[in-house]
């Protein structure tokens, strides 16, 4: 193998590079002998069926749990761009609407929360503000996981709540919004160009969890940073700010890799308008738009991109979002 050639180790970001091309073979390899084993165990259960020995019920599960692991090896397949094998950064930023739509932020935030648990990512959160009332105005999550920006970039857009809401002493239904924005979570692996001399920083006390010592301490970090922005070509600014760790230095250095994060997605906006002008004839998405309307009264949540919708809104808020990843997907696998 190439990994134990003497030297290997010399050049670390160049190892670090082969070793995730030999990791995602290697799943490649493990997810076909999962199917594999599924399948043998299929006929051999159906055999036994013929013989009397197991029950038509056996036999649908076996079946079942078989289409399942083709279905998630299917849906992986479509993740072949170099940006949806990284992991994600999701920014939730409650609408207009005061208390019920920072509610909405939310809920939203536990819905991912529930996903990648499900997934088995590392959710960590970078930034959090908190409502006056309830909820939440705004909050950042950095999500590491394999595909997590692949399967996640879905979510990208305005998400549209209908309900009687518990702020409104009237009892009337009311609607809200929040904007959900994903970016790919980069690494040392991908080269973007910052320019020093464009950024400027703020420090301040971080509030929320974190300890006494986060309060006492500006720990806190606002990036600021001002370019000329690839798709609109004109100056721009950024701002990030980072309330995760208790040391000023890990703070900036984490605001810098989610710089970093956001110019990356700016360059693959840039590449998707070039790809848009050459595919005219495919369906337009609108990135940003409103995407997904959750009506809690209806028990109806419906994804206006690809009409999928389901009754099981509980599900869907505890995270159970995966048939929206999928019917995404196969409408818009480029």
């Known amino acids: 193998m190439r990994t134990q050639v003497p030297g290997f180790w010399d050049d670390a970001k160049a190892a670090e590079v082969q070793m995730r091309k030999v990791k995602e073979l290697k799943n490649w390899v493990v997810g076909y002998n999962e199917i594999k084993s599924a399948a043998d165990e299929l006929q051999l259960t159906y055999d036994f069926y013929r013989e009397e020995v197991t029950t038509e019920e056996e036999v649908d599960e076996a079946y079942r749990h078989v289409l399942e692991l083709i279905e998630t090896l299917e849906m992986k397949n479509m993740l072949s761009h170099e940006e949806d094998k990284f992991g994600a950064v999701i920014k939730i930023v409650g609408g207009a609407g005061g208390t019920e739509a920072q509610d909405w932020a939310s809920m ?76 790919p979570l980069v690494d040392d692996t991908i080269e973007i160009e910052v320019n020093p001399g464009m950024l400027t920083w703020d420090t301040f006390r971080s509030s929320g969890a974190g300890g006494q010592n986060v309060n006492k301490v500006e720990t806190g970090v606002r990036l600021h940073y001002k370019f000329t922005n690839p798709v609109t070509n004109l100056m721009d600014e950024i701002v990030i700010e980072n309330t995760e760790s208790r040391s000023q230095f ?32 495919k369906k337009k998405i609108e990135w940003g738009s409103q995407i997904r309307s ?27 979002i995966d048939a929206f990843i999928k019917a995404y997907l196969m409408e818009f696998p480029d």
């Open 250 to 281: 890990g703070n900036k250095d984490n605001a810098i890799r989610l710089l970093k994060s956001q110019l990356y997605e700016l360059e693959l906006e840039k590449r998707r308008a070039a790809s848009a002008v050459v595919e005219a004839g």
């Open 294 to 320: 959750y009506v809690f009264d209806d028990r109806r949540v419906k994804d206006h991109r690809t009409n999928y919708q389901t009754s099981n809104v509980n599900g869907v808020m505890d995270g159970d």
């Open 108 to 183: 939203l935030f536990r819905m991912y929360q529930r996903w990648c648990e499900r997934q088995n990512y590392k959710c960590e959160i970078t930034n959090l503000q908190e409502g006056e009332e309830a909820g939440i105005k705004t909050v950042t999550m950095q999500i590491e996981g394999e595909m997590a920006y692949g399967y996640l970039k879905s979510e990208n857009g305005v998400h549209r709540l209908v309900r009687v809401s518990p702020f409104n002493a009237q009892g009337k239904r009311m609607t809200s919004f929040c904007s959900v924005y994903v970016v």
